[in-house]
């Protein structure tokens, strides 16, 4: 099935779409076909979505990587939560090499996703314990063992290929076509990235 953002939303795509609100969307999905202007995503078997693609949308290429990756100075966006004890802890963090994208659209509010720099790296028996500086003061984080580390670099249009997988932001607008504002392209992955 073979379906054009520009001409229709059902409720089924709309789920594998996981819309952020009514005008933010977010798409990951392996790609099928990009001619510079249309992309082609498959977000599950048998569906394909094509978006429109404008030029100019932050683009990162995203690696896994591990928590000795992370040193002071970097930039950061923790994905973090309160444990049962009251500590903080991350299950997922991005390190953003230099010039890649850091946000799609505005910056998320909570303090949980705040894009962050790391002041201090330090070890404890759960894990790095990373000092978080971001506006809104300094924060410890444990990051558990299990946390998944990324790392986004800058990328270009021409790193979207065919069997890549990609995760796009976009913004819905009254006509219900879907444009681009960022994409996240997994390289060597076998997770979709995050954005």
Do not use: H
Request: hydrophobic share 40%; no cysteine.
């Amino acid at each position: 099935m073979r379906l054009f953002i520009g001409l229709m939303l059902t409720a089924a795509t709309l789920a594998s779409a996981q819309a952020q609100t009514s005008r933010d969307v977010r798409i990951s999905g392996t790609v099928e076909k990009f001619d510079g202007r249309l992309i082609s995503i498959s977000p599950s078997k048998g569906i394909t979505l094509v978006v429109r693609f404008d030029a100019g949308p932050g683009i990162n290429s995203m690696r896994k990587g591990k928590a000795s990756d992370l040193k002071t100075g970097q930039q950061v966006r923790a994905l973090t939560k309160t444990n049962a004890t009251g500590g903080v802890t991350a299950g997922q963090i991005i390190i953003y090499e230099g010039g890649a994208a850091q946000t799609a659209g505005d910056a998320p509010t909570e303090a949980s996703q705040a894009l962050s720099s790391v002041t201090d790296v330090a070890t404890s028996p759960d894990g790095p314990v990373l000092s978080l500086t971001s506006k809104d003061g300094v924060r410890k984080v444990t990051v558990v063992k299990e946390a998944v580390i990324w790392t986004a670099r800058p990328a270009s249009p021409d790193d979207i290929k065919p069997g890549a997988l990609i995760t796009i932001a976009g913004t819905k607008d009254g006509d219900e076509e879907i444009k681009v504002v960022k994409a996240s392209v997994g390289l060597g992955n076998s997770d979709n990235p995050p954005l």
